[in-house]
């Protein structure tokens, strides 16, 4: 009987990992790394200075967007910077202030190339590396 149930779970297991494959063979999603990492001050409180280190990635839909991102990526950067330069020391430490950060940056990104370019080309932005001090 637990050679049966053993049997059924590997085989369940074989065709969800081939059922996930074939999906993923079918996307043709790209990612696109700033480098170096973003590095700015954000709002502190008292006389201590604080500041952000982060790097970031935005996943786009097929290839041929990664060249406008590329092209872009200096007005990206500044973008984020701006973004992050304006956020307080609790949002900065929170998860929840840093998911609210990672959506506001997103939003702001895809609206700016939708006026450089006329479409957003973003589907997510990904913070890979968060430090803060």
Same mark, same amino acid.
């Given at each position: 009987?637990?050679?049966?149930?053993?049997?059924?779970? !590997? !085989?369940?297991?074989?065709?969800?990992? +081939?059922? *996930?494959?074939?999906?993923?063979?079918?996307?043709?999603?790209? *990612?696109?790394?700033? /480098?170096?990492?973003?590095?700015?001050? #954000?709002?502190?409180?008292?006389?201590?200075?604080? #500041?952000?280190? %982060?790097?970031? /990635?935005?996943?786009?839909?097929?290839?041929?967007?990664?060249?406008?991102?590329?092209?872009?990526?200096?007005?990206? @950067?500044?973008? %984020?910077?701006?973004?992050?330069?304006? $956020? @307080?020391? /609790?949002?900065?430490?929170?998860?929840?202030? @840093?998911?609210? %950060? @990672?959506?506001? !940056?997103? /939003?702001?990104?895809?609206?700016?190339?939708? $006026?450089?370019?006329?479409?957003?080309?973003?589907?997510?932005? +990904?913070?890979?590396? #968060?430090? #803060? $001090?």
């Amino acid at each position: 009987m637990k050679f049966v149930h053993s049997l059924l779970l !590997c !085989c369940s297991l074989f065709f969800s990992s +081939l059922a *996930y494959s074939q999906e993923a063979g079918n996307s043709s999603y790209a *990612y696109f790394g700033f /480098e170096p990492d973003i590095i700015t001050n #954000y709002i502190s409180t008292g006389k201590k200075l604080g #500041y952000v280190r %982060i790097t970031a /990635e935005v996943m786009v839909e097929n290839q041929s967007a990664l060249s406008s991102i590329e092209h872009h990526a200096p007005l990206i @950067r500044d973008a %984020i910077i701006e973004i992050l330069g304006h $956020q @307080r020391e /609790e949002d900065i430490k929170s998860l929840k202030g @840093r998911e609210e %950060i @990672r959506i506001l !940056c997103q /939003e702001a990104v895809n609206d700016l190339l939708v $006026q450089e370019t006329g479409k957003k080309l973003v589907s997510k932005l +990904l913070f890979t590396k #968060y430090l #803060y $001090q």
